[in-house]
């Protein structure tokens, strides 16, 4: 790979991007306060949030802290009002829309299921509908832009996905290109589980942690890195596929081609079909009569109410899911030496804190940073919404972030 150099105007908007970060992820911050956390000069900081002033994305809110030299400072804060960002979540089953602010808060969210066979062209008139819907809720001229969170692989340079194992219809489908016609709008496309991250970065537990992993649970379990604060995508853009780390030796064929991945055992279908292997095989359980007489009604959301009430039979299918998600995120963390993991999407409504309780006691016992610091796993705040929200994460993000790739490309 060759080394790009760079140019003042670059770092000239990087510079401004730091500054814009530094107001963003705090909560309310000086102008001191930010040459002190970034380097840069008084005077440079005071210039870039003069342009940042007059831009209206950056506001004054009268408040002013006393300095340790008995001087005042006015605070900053992001002009949350100043813009929007429309996000839009592509998985299987579901696609779900959001507008936000400046601050990645949800201004207005509507969803739908995905339509039944996910077909390219019905598909992306569903999300066209779906956008527009969003913006009826919002002012046109406040919208910078629609980010797609899509399920990958996704190829970034010709904005297709490739293949996605639970869409066997979908071989390079142009989904940026017909986005983009279908609703006239500017798309930015990544990964779902990549966006989740950004998302976590912009606006949730995330915010101010230079190094994290992101496990994103859908229809399917993918994850994301930000590492020394910026998004780690890999050379192919596809980096982070912790639902396709083998935690199982010998394990159930998966879909990708390998044997015993993590999909196999934490997916919500994987955790179906293994309640319905133990049923079967007579283990007992109050499902047992339910199974008998409508096996499809002993669902995701009814293996959870079991074991909530202590069936020993569900509790144990969630307890093995559980043991494999530590395994996988103990094996994250030390690859990676991230500060934090977070979990979320709508794939762990009502397991995410039994999940995110046995990450805990793995890694306190099994880390091999552990008797430096520790690592915390905590559920994102975005709950259900977070791939949607980091849809249009990616609008904010590419807009205000500082980004190295930029700065050193031509």
Known sequence: MRQAGTNLPKVGRYNQAVVLEQIQHADGISRQEIADHTGLTPQAVSGIVRRLLDEGIVREDGASRVSSAGKPRTILRI???????????????ELACVAVDLRGQPIVTKRLPTPAGAEPVEVVASMARLVQEVLAAVSPDRVLGLGLASPGPIDQEHGTVVT???????????????????????VTLDNDASAAAIGERWAGAGRSVGNLAYFFFGTGIGGGLILNQQVYRGGSFNAAEFGHTSVVPDGLECYCGNRGCLETVARPAAIVAETHRRLIAGSPSSLSQRFRLAPASVDILTIHEAAAAHDPLAAGVLAQAADQVAATVVNVVNITDV??????????????????????????TRAMSRHIRGVDVVLSPLGADAAAVGGAALVLHRAYSPQLSELLSE
């Open 79 to 93: 002009n949350a009002d100043a813009g929007c960002a429309i996000g839009l979540h592509f998985d299987p089953a």
């Open 164 to 186: 996605p194992p639970q869409l066997p219809h979908w071989n390079r489908v142009p989904i940026k290109q017909m986005l983009t016609d279908a609703t006239g709008m500017t």
């Open 339 to 364: 500060d934090l993991v977070v979990l979320g999407g709508h794939g762990i409504r009502h397991i995410g804190e039994r999940y995110a309780e046995t990450a805990r006691r793995a890694l306190a």
